[in-house]
């Protein structure tokens, strides 16, 4: 009976192996790649760093875990407390991706920097970064503020974060000055005892799901058809379980900002974009004034973007690029226009602001390498030198020399 038993159910496996490769005309590498394609969607799997709750940032990197510092910016080699070295300058950059970008590659804007500071006494030019993906205004400007007098040189690169979340759609659903809205939810639900749980969920069936299909990729069943077909069951059950469970964490996400931040009318929708837009200019003032009283300098600058009309002759690639994502064209178009009349007001002012919006208006190779704002290397580069260039135009750095 049970040699019976164990050939009626090697054959029926092999009957239903059989129909499955009917079923499945896909490679043994196909097979694996449908499976592994799910496994890189998990959260574990990506490589964007993680964020942690900051009490005054709301959000920084994960600290203490490479490539952050203790303190959850990105490191530069050196731990916090940070102590200057004798004859050292310290320039601190400030602002999101984008200025990430940037301190990834700093020696455009820094070895165009250190013959000027040399000729001024100093031996060391170094950067800190306070640039973390996301952040706008005023998160800038509460790391500013708190770090600036350990630094000599504050320079922010900002402006499409800024914009970006004041479409009339997203100030209905995020309060404008608060942080980006794909962290918000998870700042807003970390202490509620239902997202909590909800979350939990998730990060369970998001393990199980590496797990399991990680024992698919063992032999026998890497190559087998039936058992790429359980799995395939297995995976649809998940994705609609983790579909559910992330459309109740936003809904709630949702709830709590209406709560928080409810518009009632187009005319409050309005009145709220142009209140942010007062408390951007009145913020960069504010950061050039915190620089005078702690002895250190202050530069902002608006950055560049793909989808501010006119501003580019878009390359074919570019145009690609700037099509997945329409929606973003009028509103930086819109958005970058009022930004040019801050940086008009704030210059008559005195405040050390420029524009590099045109920085590639006559630039026809390809700089941008998503549908968002970032730049490939060349970009970068030269961001980082036009940055300096203006820096050094305004001979400000001619007043400078070492602190005792």
């Known amino acids: 009976r049970i040699a019976l038993v164990a050939g009626s159910t090697v054959l029926a496996l092999l009957l239903g192996e059989l129909a499955a490769r009917t079923m499945l005309r896909l490679s043994t590498a196909e097979l694996l790649s449908e499976r592994h394609a ?9 490589q964007e760093p993680g964020r942690e709750l900051h009490p005054y940032y709301g959000y920084v990197l994960p600290r203490g875990v490479p490539p952050a510092d203790r303190e959850g910016f990105p490191s530069n080699g050196r731990e916090p407390p940070y ?10 950059l400030f ?8 301190s990834r590659a700093p020696d455009a804007l820094v070895d165009r920097l250190t013959p000027a500071l040399r000729a001024r006494g100093f031996e060391r030019v170094s950067l800190r970064s306070f640039a973390i993906g996301g952040w706008r205004q005023p998160q800038t400007f509460d790391a500013l503020a708190k770090n600036a007098p350990d630094l000599d040189l504050m320079v922010s690169l900002e402006g499409f974060n800024e914009i970006h979340w004041l479409g009339d759609d997203r100030l209905r659903g995020h309060p404008a000055d ?5 962290v918000y ?24 799901a590496a797990a399991f299909t990680a024992w698919f990729d063992a032999w026998p069943l890497a190559s087998s058809r039936i058992a790429h077909l359980v799995w395939r069951l297995y995976a649809r059950r998940y994705l609609a379980r983790a579909t559910a469970l ?4 936003e809904q709630s996400a949702a709830e709590e900002r209406h709560r928080a931040d409810a518009v009632r009318s187009d005319e409050e929708v309005v009145a709220r974009r142009d209140r942010y837009f007062a408390l951007y200019e009145h913020l960069v003032r504010a950061s050039q004034a915190i620089a005078e009283t702690t002895g250190t300098l202050f530069f902002d600058f608006i950055q560049p973007n793909l989808h501010d009309a006119g501003a ?9 690029l700037a099509a997945m994502d329409p929606d973003l064209d009028g509103i930086t178009t819109r958005g970058y226009q009022r930004l040019e009349e801050m940086v008009t007001r704030l210059q008559k002012q005195g405040v ?3 524009s590099l919006t045109k920085l590639f208006r006559d630039v026809a190779e390809t700089r941008y390498i998503d549908s968002c704002c970032h730049f490939n290397d060349a970009g970068v580069a030269r961001l980082g030198e036009a940055m300096a260039e203006q820096i050094l135009a305004s001979h400000a750095l001619d007043r400078v020399s070492p602190r005792r």
């Open 178 to 182: 608060y942080p980006a809205g794909q």
């Open 38 to 46: 799910l496994v890189a969607q998990l959260p574990s799997q990506q």
């Open 83 to 92: 102590r200057r070295e004798p004859r050292e300058f310290v320039i601190g």
């Open 246 to 249: 992330r459309a109740a964490l």
């Open 185 to 208: 939810s998870l700042l807003i639900g970390a202490g509620r005892e239902e997202d909590v749980l909800l979350r939990a969920e998730l990060i369970r069936a998001n393990r199980a």
């Open 95 to 102: 602002g999101g991706s984008v200025a990430a970008q940037l």
């Open 312 to 320: 580019k002759k878009l390359s074919a690639e570019e145009q690609k």
């Open 352 to 354: 050390r602001i420029h």
